[in-house]
């Protein structure tokens, strides 16, 4: 397989004692080993739940609950008012709070949520030492959802918003929540922040700035990069895979943005927490929960190609002490894109609820539904025309190659989840996360064919489809602390599943090969799908893929001063059943129907593995952290077999991982550099001595570095930089193929090995760089601009470097306005505009000798948001 192709796997899962995660099975056989360890663990919880509340040792004030009543007022009166009501001391210049009023208080939570409901918007910050709460004015008066105040908080939620363009913990690379700083691998965040700054329209967008990550390889391919579901994101040289919450997920819609909190890009294998993933990394999601303080927001945006969106998002409490608080989050939006006939509608809406139970206990719960409809297809285009000069120059980005009335796309998208958590006490913790997803696709296309017919002409397949795939997923875990004299640790024992049901059906249509003219298309071609129509040649087909993945696995983080060190294990077993019937049907000279059958059945195919990691970092006084990893990952290789009808071993990496973390004392800026090394074995070659049948003896190596930074330097100036360098290659394979000449569009030569070629689509070097600057005086005070670049370099277009495509550079820009900072009626109304690829420039993502995948041009976005 492809590394490209690979299917990869990851997990992002909160396992912070206020917010885990419970997922529980359907009611199915298949599940039931899985089920006999989840229930014994819920039976642990659930049991003594009432007990627990009632015998478990006090915690410190700033970690309990406090039902709280302080009304707008003096800010030096609202804090002697919580100081009482909490038994918290206070420590602060009272010059710091003259003239400063607060926001009113009401509600059951921790001093940390009280403290930052109070400071929103006085431009102070807080710490905590013990139980003295200690204020100062903030570095940087970022406010990012309404728990965030200033760019320093005494503890950032690891799967919320992060303070700018900085996140100090996550949930992802550990599934413990842990400092970045600790973890010894390499860990980026995408933060709200910089996804308010830029604007994306979907994740692989976001990414753009991200080390390691090419994430529109597949350019506009799909529908025209609006939907995002069809980018093509490439992580060290492989392909990744999307988790939410902590679970695979296989919806189309999976990346909207409005929906998201953060994206966390955790680089090399990640098998032992999550089950299946490619070595070059996974993506980790979270989504939007409801907040401990009231979040009231609506925005209208307009942009380029006819783009108008809607989205709102509002959060509060239900119960008037705050223990159970609703959040609902929507969008509506409608444009039409860069290529004709090729529109992109959403709608989408997604509620949920959090019942903290008991101080120790809560159970939050969350829904969505998306609605895709009456989208068209862009296609790729021609080679010729594109990288290589054409007759009649270059191929305009607005050209449509297919059918305008056979052109649609629909989504439609369903997902439950669940997530549960509950302290014993401070040394053991339970949590489960559960997911079900429901997505439907229906699709009328017609996409261009390999090898052009003429230099102006290009053939056609028209292609008539319907997928639906079914997705159950849960994670049960265990976890906590321990201390051995001055030695910590941080522990975590649990087991997963997932169960994926795939169904497409797929239509073609043969009767004839319609074309169209690449510099002036001539639309007429009505595509021929009815099995008893005269003349009609058409072939069908039908696949059915049930997929089961379980897993048990361990973790130890052991910190001893500085020193911080991470071990990890994972068994896991998958089973997988392939089926497909395919039918084609042709009508003869004599109108006389004939019809053949072909049925494929695969027998099911159960692979297992064993993946582990080891780690250790050091973090110096003066903020410098030295790593080292080792990890290993799997791939399942299952709907094939060997020349004995034997399923393959499963893909196999593993990775070695050096590298630096520094965090500049006293300041939100933090600076990483990596370099690995990942090879994956059983990559399938040809078995020479079985025509017409494959082995896994093959191998692709990986390997380079990266250097990030994520800053937000003062009040006014944020910012992140990133290199990346990848060099992936053919390592071991007896695969041949004749180089490909552009002036001739033939091969030519005798055919040459791919060993120690490198692998195709995979830029050498990519450089970006990104800043915002918000003016926080005289008369423009509240007008932010900002401006990024992205360098991407070349990349081969086949498997032995016969040709590349070019590199490219992409400007951005953008400029925000605070009203309310000028204009005290106006307080909560923010006007926003992102501008990408600035210059318009014109690209190509990736090319094969026929086509080439394009880049979107110039993307131009505002919008108006108002929050009160």
């Not at 206020?18 to 919880?45: D, K, N």
């Not at 913990?169 to 929540?177: E, H």
């Not at 992140?720 to 041949?736: F, G, L, V």
Request: glycine share 8%; with cysteine.
């Amino acid at each position: 397989m492809h590394p490209k192709i690979a299917t990869a796997g990851a997990d992002l899962l909160s396992t912070n004692p206020r917010e885990s995660a419970i997922r529980a099975p359907l009611a199915t056989f298949s599940l039931l080993r899985i089920l006999g360890l989840t229930t014994a663990l819920a039976s642990i919880v659930i049991a003594p739940l009432r007990a627990a509340a009632d015998t478990t040792a006090p915690t410190a004030a700033v970690e309990q609950k406090f039902t709280l009543n302080i009304p707008a007022q003096k800010l030096s009166s609202a804090l002697v008012a919580l100081s009482n009501a909490t038994g918290t001391q206070l420590a602060y210049s009272t010059q710091l709070s003259d003239g400063l009023r607060s926001s009113a208080l009401s509600g059951t939570m921790s001093v940390h949520a009280a403290l930052a409901q109070i400071l929103n918007g006085t431009g102070l910050t807080y710490r905590l030492n013990g139980n003295t709460i200690l204020l100062f004015k903030t570095s940087s008066t970022i406010t990012l959802g309404p728990v965030r105040v200033g760019g320093t908080v005494a503890h950032q939620d690891p799967t919320g918003p992060g303070s700018g363009y900085v996140a100090e913990n996550t949930m992802a690379g550990t599934k413990t929540d842990t400092p970045i700083m600790e973890i010894p691998n390499s860990i980026n965040v995408v933060t709200k922040q910089l996804m308010q700054d830029q604007q994306p329209q979907n994740v692989a967008q976001a990414l753009r700035y991200s080390p390691g990550i090419m994430a529109e390889s597949e350019g506009t391919y799909g529908n025209g990069s609006a939907h995002g579901a069809d980018t093509g994101i490439i992580q060290r040289g492989f392909s990744t895979s999307q988790f939410v919450d902590g679970l695979m997920t296989n919806s189309v819609s999976a990346g909207e943005t409005a929906f998201l909190e953060r994206i966390e890009v955790v680089n090399g294998p990640a098998s032992v927490m999550y089950g299946q993933t490619t070595p070059g990394g996974m993506l980790a999601m979270s989504l939007k929960k409801p907040t401990d303080t009231p979040l009231r927001q609506v925005s209208v945006g307009f942009g380029n190609w006819g783009r108008y969106q809607a989205t709102f998002d509002v959060s509060d409490k239900i119960t008037q002490s705050g223990n159970v608080r609703y959040r609902i989050a929507g969008i509506g939006v409608t444009q039409g894109t860069q290529t004709n006939y090729v529109d992109y509608h959403r709608v989408g809406v997604m509620p949920s609820i959090t019942w903290d139970i008991d101080r120790n206990t809560s159970l939050t719960l969350l829904g969505m539904y998306m609605y895709t409809p009456g989208e068209g297809v862009a296609s790729q285009y021609p080679r010729i025309g594109t990288l290589s000069p054409g007759p009649y120059g270059q191929i305009s980005r607005s050209t449509f190659f297919g059918e305008p009335n056979w052109n649609k796309m629909g989504d439609k998208d369903a997902m439950f989840e669940y997530q549960f958590k509950h302290s014993f006490n401070k040394y053991i913790n339970f949590s489960q996360n559960f997911r079900w997803e429901n997505s439907d696709r229906h699709q009328e296309t017609t996409y261009v064919k390999t090898g052009a017919l003429t230099p102006t002409v290009v053939p056609l397949q028209p292609m008539n489809y319907y997928t639906n795939t079914n997705t159950v997923g849960m994670d049960a875990r265990l976890f906590g602390k321990f201390n051995i004299g001055s030695v910590n640790n941080t522990w975590v024992v649990g087991s997963d599943f997932r169960q994926y049901h795939y169904n497409s059906h797929y239509l073609y249509d043969y009767t004839t090969t319609p074309s169209v003219n690449v510099y002036d298309p001539s639309y007429r071609y009505i595509p021929c799908y009815s099995w008893d129509r005269a003349g009609c040649q058409i072939m069908g087909s039908v696949y059915n893929t049930q997929y089961f993945q379980e897993g048990v696995y361990f973790q130890d983080q052991i910190k001893w001063k500085g020193l911080s060190i991470l071990v990890g294990g994972r068994q896991d077993w998958v089973n997988m059943k392939y089926t497909g019937d395919s039918t084609s049907s042709n009508q003869n000279a004599n109108n006389v129907k004939i019809t053949q059958n072909y049925l494929n059945t695969d027998k099911p195919q159960p692979q297992s593995a064993f993946t582990w990691r080891a780690g250790i970092i050091y973090n110096f006084n003066f903020g410098l952290a030295p790593y080292f990893s080792y990890a290993t990952s799997f791939i399942p290789q299952i709907g094939q077999t060997d020349y004995q009808g034997h399923p393959f071993a499963p893909l196999a990496g593993k990775q070695l991982e050096a590298g630096l973390k520094y965090k500049v004392p006293q300041k939100d800026i933090m600076l990483t550099a990596a370099a690995f090394h990942i090879e994956e074995d059983n990559y399938l070659i040809s078995d020479l001595a079985h025509t017409g049948y494959s082995t896994n003896a093959g191998r692709v190596r990986s390997q380079g570095f990266e250097v990030s930074a994520n800053a937000n330097i003062t009040q006014d100036l944020r910012m992140i930089a990133s290199y990346s360098y990848t060099d992936i290659r053919y390592a071991k394979t007896n695969k041949t193929a004749k180089r490909y000449d552009l002036d001739t569009s033939s091969s030519y030569g005798a055919a040459v090995s791919q060993e120690g070629m490198s692998v195709p689509y995979v830029p050498r070097n990519m450089f970006s760089f990104f800043v915002d600057y918000t003016i926080h005086f005289g008369r423009l005070k509240g007008f932010g601009i900002n401006f990024g670049t992205r360098y991407t370099g070349f990349t081969y277009a086949d498997s032995v470097e016969s040709f590349k495509t070019r590199p490219y550079v992409l400007f951005d820009a953008g400029a925000h306005y605070d009203f309310g900072q000028a204009f005290s009626a106006l307080k909560g109304l923010n006007a926003q505009l992102a501008m990408s690829n600035l210059a318009n420039t014109y690209y190509e993502t990736q090319c094969s000798s026929s086509v080439c995948y394009l880049g979107q041009g110039r993307r131009v976005y505002g919008n108006l948001t108002y929050n009160w």
